[in-house]
């Protein structure tokens, strides 16, 4: 994965914590799903987004519908990761957020999540409304 | 903490997991609370009470209000833990659920937790209802 | 995902906790990590192979490098969940383990977790070991 | 409880995720551990204690023997939090850690924790070394 040439990413950085890590010494592949979420709920804020109040005034939800990871390097507790955050693709479909965990200069995971919209009342499939297809990436 | 004569307990058996543990290669103090909660649901269940359906039919809550934990032994990676399970106390305002996780024969943790009752809608506290106070222990 | 015809699955039945759910009222898309993890540790017990016992004697280790995950239904509070895990591939480098989550009938998730061999001192990329090569499916 | 009368504090700021809250809307219980082991960390470091570095350097740990949490009011979603610790107790067999966790000006929980010292190798008990002996508080 590479970030892709002219697209806005967004940056947050987290603290790696002691309940991060497991017995192997390192964070455990799951907590990689808590620091993308957080990266992703920053980074809509960054571009107008609050989604705290997107899912109690518009009556929608964004659910996880595919997650895939790739672990390159390990991270251990205390490490400072800088999680870079850009919209891959999105349509009326779906939303898909890529994103690379660094430590420095070094890139640690890769990841691409996959969301869905849905009414939050029913759960039923909807179109993903014109705020969020705004986050389209400009075309090179 | 003893379990006091003649009450009635309820066990569950949990084995940890691996997720469970930290760097210091012991179960995370954190973890216990999801066991905890695991074992209440349980002696609900055991007691005629399925609280996914207390939630969505009664429009009540049951959130925790203090939670009390004393780690006497550390537990690893694989152990079948039983937590057995005792309503201590409870009135109107309160509903408290005393714990003892033992590994095999030793005393690893004791907990208690006490629970209020609160309308799913508002949030406002109200009475525990009759179901529950039904729960009280017997008078020795 | 269909699972390969002639190939030994192995499942294990989980419970929904209430910790597991958001504020969305469905189980949180990281939690599937969790229940994926002890079914790998299942597959492996049932396969003669005792994970916890593999890290401490033969001081290796499995970190995961690679996690694919569908999530095509919700999955619910107090909901049970069966988990039926098989070894999709495995040799000198890797070892994957693919997974389809059902509540009943229904196919809930889909997940693929890829795993490499270190030893648990240093951390460097070993060759699996025969125990684990031996888990390869049959070819059809 | 009180924050006692001339004594040091350290403050933390964390945003409530997704991913901490559960299906009643507001933040499990049991993710306050989390928040309040941040900042016991934090505290240290700020004192001059880097913990990784103490469990690495040292060869002991301070696992968790007690904790003791009221809450007070629930928290919610993208809420930010300052956990603001102190030290209320130190000697040669604990070290307990008191926090009040605030929302802008309201409290929300307060948390006792209570560290021992141990041996990382083996887990024996021992006494708390004179680095943390020195966070004791002024007495008034």
Partial sequence: MRIPVGVETTSIHVRVGYVDTDQGGVMHHSTYLRYLEMARVEYLRAH????????????????????????????????????????????????????????GANLTTMASITLCCIHAGDGRICSMPTALLALAPARV
């Fill in 48 to 103: 107008g987004i609050d989604y705290a109040n997107f899912e109690l005034k518009q009556r929608l939800a964004l659910p996880v519908v595919e997650a895939n990871l790739r672990y390159k390097l390990p991270t251990r507790f205390d490490d400072v990761l800088e999680i870079k955050t850009w919209v891959a693709l999105v349509n009326r479909a779906k939303l898909q957020f890529d994103s690379v965990i660094l430590r």
